[in-house]
């Protein structure tokens, strides 16, 4: 069984190191790239905190649309 451990160690290596870069360009408020890097995210290992955080961003995202 030890490939496929490897491989959902580095899937959730390649998770961890999305939701980082998604976190980072969220500071810098690029909210569509933040949101593409923490999907890419879910894809690579899903992540009930970070599936949370997704859907609190999308409801941020529609609010800052909906402002003049």
Known sequence: GEPIERSIDELRERARTLVIKGMDLQKKEMYEEAMKAYRESLAAFPDPKIV?????LAVYMQSLKKQP
């Open 52 to 56: 949370e955080h997704v859907e609190k």
